[in-house]
């Protein structure tokens, strides 16, 4: 039986250490694009998979797609990637097209193999939503030859399929109506910055003050929940009481923070005028109702759908980087 093939065997062939081999196979900076793309090249042609089958070359296509999130998700306060699902499932059953939800947690996210829809050959493809899916686990499902698209996700280093949200352009339309009623202090609570879709957002934000002279405040948090935005709020407001407004990094940590302010006396939007992100259902039942930016989650879907319709049919296709734009949506908790 022929030994697996190892990160070795793949530096050996082009002349590298197993360090670049090892950055390159789990997305980490310092290795050139072109370097990057030879180790991902030959890990293909070699069958350099964690453990995980090479799909044949003459596969019997299944129809199916599965649609990949964490498992944190599924029990979130933040109803946000089913409804991309939704979107993805009406455009695929027209294609003849079934989906599959599959949630993981960190243990599959570490070891590909354990990956059921891609180990048993049940899927052609896949739609990995959301920042919390690894890059050592993307990198392993395209070296398997998996045809995949990220939602709410890309890769900093490598080309890879994605379909995202307009994330600066919504958190700096959000600050710059809150700058234009008059706040001056206002703070951006935020999930973990290793989050692309946080770290969008939080840059959005900072370009709207930084242009009105005023300074920036960031309060981050290990998740992006309705606890962690009460929790927060409360760090917000006991280090700087003179805070008059709030950019949420979504719409679950702001109404998170809404809470958490009555409760510290603090009435929204007489006393702190609120704004979210995503605008998830929730959003304008809350009390008040939440200004927020909408995302177009169905539309993601079917765009993240389309494209990958698109790679499964020409395999060869480079890789897309696909925006999607906001819209700012003004209800009562801004108080404009």
């Given at each position: 039986?022929?030994?697996?093939?190892?990160?070795?065997?793949?530096?050996?062939?082009?002349?590298?250490?197993?360090?670049?081999?090892?950055?390159?196979?789990?997305?980490?900076?310092?290795?050139?694009?072109?370097?990057?793309?030879?180790?991902?090249?030959?890990?293909?042609?070699?069958?350099?998979?964690?453990?995980?089958?090479?799909?044949?070359?003459?596969?019997?296509?299944?129809?199916?797609?599965?649609?990949?999130?964490?498992?944190?998700?599924?029990?979130?306060?933040?109803?946000?990637?089913?409804?991309?699902?939704?979107?993805?499932?009406?455009?695929?059953?027209?294609?003849?097209?079934?989906?599959?939800?599959?949630?993981?947690?960190?243990?599959?996210?570490?070891?590909?193999?354990?990956?059921?829809?891609?180990?048993?050959?049940?899927?052609?493809?896949?739609?990995?939503?959301?920042?919390?899916?690894?890059?050592?686990?993307?990198?392993?499902?395209?070296?398997?030859?998996?045809?995949?698209?990220?939602?709410?996700?890309?890769?900093?280093?490598?080309?890879?399929?994605?379909?995202?949200?307009?994330?600066?352009?919504?958190?700096?339309?959000?600050?710059?109506?809150?700058?234009?009623?008059?706040?001056?202090?206002?703070?951006?609570?935020?999930?973990?910055?290793?989050?692309?879709?946080?770290?969008?957002?939080?840059?959005?934000?900072?370009?709207?003050?930084?242009?009105?002279?005023?300074?920036?405040?960031?309060v981050h948090e290990t998740e992006t929940t309705i606890a962690s935005g009460e929790r927060a709020l409360r760090r917000l407001l006991e280090a700087h009481p003179d805070v008059q407004a709030i950019c949420a990094v979504n719409d679950a940590v702001a109404?998170?923070?809404?809470?958490?302010?009555?409760?510290?006396?603090?009435?929204?939007?007489?006393?702190?005028?609120?704004?979210?992100?995503?605008?998830?259902?929730?959003?304008?039942?809350?009390?008040?109702?939440?200004?927020?930016?909408?995302?177009?989650?169905?539309?993601?879907?079917?765009?993240?759908?389309?494209?990958?319709?698109?790679?499964?049919?020409?395999?060869?296709?480079?890789?897309?980087?696909?925006?999607?734009?906001?819209?700012?949506?003004?209800?009562?908790?801004?108080?404009?």
């Amino acid at each position: 039986m022929k030994s697996p093939v190892t990160q070795r065997d793949i530096a050996q062939k082009l002349g590298l250490s197993i360090a670049t081999v090892s950055r390159a196979l789990n997305d980490q900076p310092g290795v050139s694009p072109e370097i990057r793309a030879q180790v991902l090249e030959a890990a293909r042609e070699m069958g350099y998979f964690p453990h995980l089958p090479a799909r044949s070359l003459v596969t019997a296509t299944t129809h199916t797609v599965a649609f990949v999130f964490h498992s944190e998700h599924a029990a979130s306060d933040d109803p946000f990637y089913p409804i991309i699902m939704t979107g993805a499932e009406s455009y695929l059953s027209q294609q003849g097209y079934h989906i599959l939800m599959s949630t993981i947690g960190d243990q599959v996210l570490d070891n590909p193999h354990l990956f059921a829809p891609v180990s048993q050959g049940l899927v052609d493809g896949l739609i990995l939503a959301g920042p919390a899916i690894k890059p050592s686990f993307i990198l392993a499902m395209l070296s398997a030859g998996i045809p995949l698209v990220l939602v709410d996700n890309s890769l900093p280093q490598t080309p890879v399929n994605c379909v995202l949200n307009d994330d600066e352009g919504g958190a700096y339309a959000a600050a710059r109506h809150l700058i234009e009623h008059g706040y001056t202090r206002i703070a951006f609570l935020s999930g973990p910055e290793e989050w692309v879709s946080n770290r969008e957002r939080a840059r959005g934000y900072c370009r709207a003050l930084y242009e009105a002279g005023l300074e920036p405040l960031i309060v981050h948090e290990t998740e992006t929940t309705i606890a962690s935005g009460e929790r927060a709020l409360r760090r917000l407001l006991e280090a700087h009481p003179d805070v008059q407004a709030i950019c949420a990094v979504n719409d679950a940590v702001a109404i998170g923070a809404i809470r958490a302010a009555a409760r510290m006396g603090r009435r929204t939007p007489g006393d702190l005028a609120v704004v979210g992100f995503d605008d998830i259902s929730w959003a304008q039942l809350n009390d008040p109702p939440l200004s927020t930016v909408h995302v177009f989650k169905r539309q993601i879907g079917v765009l993240a759908a389309q494209r990958l319709l698109d790679c499964i049919q020409n395999p060869d296709a480079p890789p897309a980087r696909i925006l999607v734009s906001t819209r700012l949506v003004l209800r009562a908790s801004c108080g404009h």
